[in-house]
């Protein structure tokens, strides 16, 4: 079965942490480029942050550079989204993407609330 299933949201304060992690199954993780989106109450959803399919190029949005790191171990066949400093303005559903020319993936998202 092919999906993407993702894990580690939860509850912080802000200042606080957390890692995400996306599980991949059904495909070949190592051909797809991975990305985490996000998605707050009222607004679109957004692209936070993107890596390679071997992992040498990562991009984030400016908002959440420095704070949050990207990686994957396709032997795991994994995505993670390591976010620190977290700010209220962080709270959203994240949502891992697979991409491949002519196809893409979407996970179901874990919630992430920032708040003191």
């Known amino acids: 079965q092919v999906q993407l299933v993702e894990s580690g949201g939860g509850s912080v304060q802000p200042g606080g942490s957390l890692r995400l992690s996306c599980a991949a199954s059904?495909?070949?993780?190592?051909?797809?480029?991975m990305s985490w989106y996000r998605q707050a109450p009222g607004k679109e959803r957004e692209l936070v942050s993107i890596?390679?399919?071997?992992?040498?190029?990562?991009t984030y949005t400016d908002s959440v550079k420095g704070r949050f790191t990207i990686s994957r171990d396709n032997a795991k066949n994994t995505v993670s989204l390591q976010m620190n400093s977290l700010k209220p303005a962080d709270a959203a559903v994240y949502f891992c993407?697979?991409?491949?020319?002519?196809?893409?993936?979407w996970g179901q998202g874990t919630q992430v609330t920032v708040s003191s």
């Open positions: 993407k697979a991409i491949k020319s002519g196809s893409t993936l």
């Open positions: 059904g495909f070949t993780f190592s051909e797809y480029a």
């Open positions: 890596i390679s399919r071997g992992g040498g190029t990562k």
